[in-house]
């Protein structure tokens, strides 16, 4: 990873078209072609290239992310589920929504002084836009230069690992069973640098007692001295009393409810068990879509 970082830093210093030379999508010639007709008529490079023919605004958009090291993803690329818009969409309305819900979170909660570094995201019920929220919560964390780890903490309907192409054998289910460690079932996601997810892992039959046990604790801790954020994706809060026990040992949670979809007693009920168990509700999201 320190090497990936090098290699980030070192793009910081350097131009566009040695970024995107470097990059294989763009040739010395063409590179030189750009040169000539920037230097002739006054443009920038990135100007150039796309008068030319010989970049779209995606590459120059792309090359510039790598220069101010702020990773995303190209159009097409599979790695990670097009769900996940803040990977391959940093300049979206959706995105720069996530974004000003990033800057709430870091005054109200990862403020550092207090030490929190944990925050859970909750809903009362399914196809609210947890997860998606979860999701792209990391990611935009990530961008920030933060190490952000995202956990998927449901076991009973987990998403992570279908949005970000991960393999779902070993995860938090198996960490708390005690049949893998921590390594097994962590992977860092390629072209987000300093983002990390934890899939939910095979479906146990006892996923409530799974989280109650204090290695589910022990884990937390553990994270929380490697990772500057963790957010933990949970399950529908009206169906099992799982998310209490993950958010209370997130100590934080962020509630998420969708326009027509949501029932106001039902999200009232959950900010209720919520503070029962001693969470702070840090905020809200509702998703219009």
Do not use: C
């Not at 860092?188 to 640098?193: C, D, E, V």
């Amino acid at each position: 990873m320190n090497a990936i970082h090098e290699k980030l830093n070192a793009d910081s210093g350097r131009s566009i078209g040695a970024i995107l030379i470097d990059s294989g999508r763009l040739s010395p010639d063409a590179a030189e072609r750009i040169l000539k007709l920037q230097k002739a008529r006054g443009l920038r490079f990135g100007d150039a290239a796309i008068e030319l023919g010989l970049l779209s605004e995606a590459d120059i958009q792309q090359a510039l992310s790598r220069q101010y090291d702020y990773p995303y993803l190209m159009p097409g690329d599979t790695s990670v589920s097009e769900e996940v818009i803040a990977a391959f969409k940093p300049f979206s309305p959706v995105v720069e929504q996530l974004r000003a819900l990033r800057s709430q979170l870091m005054l109200r909660w990862f403020d550092g002084e207090a030490g929190h570094k944990t925050l859970a995201v909750v809903s009362p019920g399914r196809g609210e836009g947890r997860s998606f929220t979860a999701a792209n919560l990391a990611v935009v964390f990530s961008q920030l230069g933060e190490r952000t780890l995202l956990i998927d903490a449901d076991l009973r309907n987990p998403s992570q690992h279908k949005l970000f192409r991960l393999p779902n054998r070993l995860g938090l289910s198996s960490l708390l069973a005690g049949r893998a460690e921590l390594a097994d079932t962590v992977t860092r996601i390629p072209g987000l640098i300093d983002l990390s997810v934890m899939a939910a892992g095979a479906t146990p039959p006892n996923p409530q007692e799974l989280l109650a046990r204090p290695s589910f604790n022990a884990l937390i801790a553990t994270v929380q001295g490697q990772y500057d954020i963790v957010i933990v994706d949970t399950p529908a809060g009206a169906e099992t009393a799982d998310h209490q026990s993950i958010a209370a040992r997130a100590r934080g949670a962020v509630v998420v409810a969708r326009k027509d979809i949501s029932l106001a007693p039902q999200v009232q009920a959950l900010v209720g068990s919520l503070q029962q168990a001693g969470v702070v509700v840090v905020g809200a999201v509702l998703n219009n879509g």
